[in-house]
């Protein structure tokens, strides 16, 4: 749907290095560089960038591919929306009619739309005295108002919709980006947003992706957000952070929902963000590290907020951020405190007050025990231990040993050995579900690991075959030499035979970067690991001629009896040296 000559250029103007660069810390290791991988919490870098073949591979999780692959799975696009942000980025113009997604409609024409339904909400704002003055009661000056963009979406079914259809848009555009539904018995067009205020969803590039609105009655649902579009994924957007990234070098708040973004944005405090419609995910966490050193948690009081603010500690902790929970007292949310005692006062007695994880967890554990009863005395030690054993630090942890020691006015020895034996207990688990993962998935593989099992031997030389054919061109036109004679039915998976055929019927002129097009990211990365498996080996011609050899000499599962699931071990031990070397 792109021209191939506009996709190569969009490629060769990307540099690998400079994008994911962008999004991961990278630093020199030999030729290549390597950082923490973005797409699984890990403490020691596994995620490598091979600058030679412009590609990278995560030894941890498996996640491989080119520029392309990294922004589809970073951004959670599609091959043509990661083909149009980075044309964007790259400043190259994409042709009207092309980078249409899977249901015709592109990121472009989302953003397009979403940036005309704004400007209507905005001028229906302008004509809603009873919209103006709820926000007016909610203490939101018009230069906020103004700010922020907000507006109104009216009372009606059509208004929306009218207008849309007005400026040339369809039915189905309209539903692609969630600006109208479609009735089932009609089939009529009818407004998603209605009587209510609109806050539009601005991403760091300063478009218009998404939108949430708020009922400004005691109607249900209270909020009602965009859900996922071409140019849109909540899990992975933060809202306000077009505005806050510049000032939250230092610390980030973290709030629930975008009322209490505005109004702490209203009271100086510019470095709030909210998720959107969702609790924090994995790629919230690891957004927020991009952009903060710490991150103030901001949430309801009640229940739901107290067990979200537990989910955003560990998430945070995993992305190596530090965290802390504001306490807001005698108020139910930052928004209802600076409207009762003023901004000041947040600042320096809910902020400043501000309490560490540690002192969070404990806290809600502590009081839900008597600790004047020897038995509740006991079970809260077990919890605590639980809690204390997770923290990375040695110091943190021996700090938090004695403290609880101290509280629950049981031995600091006896507690220490109870949290060391925790460690231990959760360390061996954990190999446990990591050798366990490994065998079920090959490394990685996921849904075609199975197969890989069943015939490991043949499966990892004939991983060698393709790597080697994928990486040298030459060897692809060798195959087809008498004296090697390599055909697809040699091949032991079907991915292989997929690689084998589209290497093969390229006509010597295969590109990895064709693989996006027709393999899934689970077969993308397979492929790129059996690229960059290649990496300092010797790769000569007679390397490859042996590894084909062997590869036509390899009994198939059937013949051989079934599965070969004793070598697993094998290539847990090859995983755990990082090392793709399959001969």
């Not at 191939?4 to 991961?24: A, C, L, M, N």
């Not at 218009?208 to 849109?232: C, E, H, W």
């Not at 093969?504 to 990211?521: A, I, K, R, Y």
């Amino acid at each position: 749907m792109i021209p191939h000559q506009i996709i190569e250029e969009i490629k060769f103007r990307s540099d690998i290095t400079d994008v994911i660069g962008q999004y991961v810390t990278l630093k020199r290791a030999g030729s290549n560089m390597k950082g923490l991988c973005p797409f699984h919490n890990e403490r020691t870098p596994s995620f490598t960038v091979y600058e030679s073949t412009s590609s990278f591979y995560c030894f941890g999780c498996g996640a491989g591919g080119d520029v392309v692959s990294f922004v589809m799975r970073m951004e959670n696009l599609g091959y043509v929306q990661a083909l149009e942000l980075l044309a964007k980025r790259a400043g190259i113009e994409i042709p009207e009619d092309s980078g249409r997604d899977e249901g015709g409609i592109s990121r472009d024409r989302v953003l397009k739309m979403n940036l005309d339904a704004a400007r209507f909400f905005r001028d229906r704002l302008n004509e809603t005295p009873k919209a103006l003055e709820y926000l007016s009661g909610r203490g939101y000056s018009q230069g906020l108002i103004r700010h922020f963009g907000m507006g109104y979406a009216p009372d009606g079914f059509g208004a929306l919709t009218d207008y849309m259809h007005g400026l040339g848009y369809k039915d189905d555009e309209l539903s692609a980006a969630f600006l109208c539904g479609v009735s089932r018995k009609t089939g009529r067009a009818f407004d998603y947003f209605r009587g209510r205020i609109i806050i539009p969803i601005i991403d760091t590039q300063k478009n218009v992706i998404a939108f949430g609105g708020r009922i400004m009655g005691d109607g249900q649902p209270k909020y009602l957000n965009t859900s996922d579009t071409p140019a849109f994924k909540k899990s992975r957007n933060l809202f306000a952070l077009n505005y806050a990234k510049a000032s939250c070098a230092d610390e980030m708040i973290l709030c629930e929902g975008y009322m209490d973004v505005i109004a702490l944005h209203g009271a100086g405090f510019t470095n709030a963000v909210a998720t959107l419609g969702t609790s924090i995910t994995p790629e919230h966490a690891r957004i927020m590290k991009r952009y903060t050193k710490k991150v103030l948690i901001a949430y309801d009081v009640d229940e739901a907020g107290q067990k979200a603010a537990d989910r955003a500690f560990r998430l945070l902790d995993e992305v190596g951020l530090e965290a802390r929970v504001i306490r807001v007292k005698d108020a139910k949310d930052p928004d209802e405190y600076i409207k009762k005692f003023g901004a000041d006062r947040f600042r320096r007695e809910v902020i400043g007050g501000a309490a560490s994880g540690f002192e969070f967890r404990s806290g809600n554990i502590l009081r839900g025990f008597d600790l004047s009863d020897q038995a509740q005395r006991i079970e809260a030690a077990k919890q605590l231990t639980a809690v204390i054993a997770e923290t990375y630090s040695d110091v943190e942890r021996d700090i938090y040993t004695r403290s609880i020691a101290e509280k629950l006015q049981i031995p600091y020895e006896s507690l220490k050995a109870d949290v060391k034996s925790r460690m231990r207990r959760t360390a061996k688990k954990a190999r446990g579900e990591e050798s366990e993962k490994i065998r079920l998935t090959a490394q990685g593989y996921g849904s075609i690991g199975g197969e890989r099992l069943r015939s490991l031997s043949a499966s990892s030389t004939e991983e060698a075959v393709l790597g080697l054919m994928m990486r040298y061109p030459e060897y692809a036109a060798l195959v087809r030499n008498k004296d090697v004679a390599l055909t697809v039915n040699d091949m032991k998976t079907e991915l292989g035979r997929k690689l084998f055929g589209m290497i093969t019927e390229s006509e010597g002129v295969f590109s990895p970067d064709s693989l996006n097009e027709s393999l899934t990211q689970e077969e993308v990365s397979r492929a790129y690991r059996m690229i960059s498996g290649r990496e300092g080996l010797t790769n000569d011609e007679s390397v490859f001629r042996d590894c084909v050899s062997r590869l036509k000499a390899a009994a198939s599962p059937s013949e051989s009896g079934g599965s070969t699931l004793e070598d697993v071990s094998e290539l847990i031990n090859r995983k755990r040296m990082n090392t793709g070397a399959s001969d």
